[in-house]
């Protein structure tokens, strides 16, 4: 089993920064790779960012050079930091690991409002 824990949210005006971050807890060997999500209302979750364990990263589009995902082994924590916030970017983001056996676990989500 794998805990995940999200911090960092909060309300910040378009063009503005936050720094997620999502410590893991449990079988920490078991997890290949790692990601965050986001879903805004009416919408369906989507990809924002994901990291492997080789550092192999990968973004959605929509916040290609605008975020940065990036991982601390030590505190077995990973972070996405969000810059250039646009309105666009409001949603709860949720963290996601994935295991070797493919088996995927969720954090509980940390909302994020950009206002215009």
């Known amino acids: 089993q794998v805990q995940l824990v999200e911090s960092g949210g909060g309300l910040v005006q378009a063009g503005g920064s936050l720094r997620l971050s999502c410590a893991a807890s449990?079988?920490?060997?078991?997890?290949?790779?790692r990601g965050w999500y986001r879903q805004a209302p009416g919408k369906q979750r989507e990809l924002v960012a994901s990291?492997?364990?080789?550092?192999?990263?990968n973004y959605a589009d929509s916040v290609k050079g605008r975020f940065t995902i990036s991982r601390d082994n030590a505190k077995n924590t990973v972070y996405l930091q969000m810059n250039s916030l646009k309105p666009e970017d409001t949603g709860v983001y949720y963290c996601?690991?994935?295991?070797?056996?493919?088996?995927?676990?969720w954090g509980q989500g940390t909302q994020v409002t950009v206002s215009s």
């Open positions: 996601n690991a994935v295991t070797w056996g493919d088996r995927g676990y």
């Open positions: 990291i492997t364990r080789d550092d192999s990263t």
């Open positions: 449990g079988s920490i060997f078991s997890i290949n790779a």
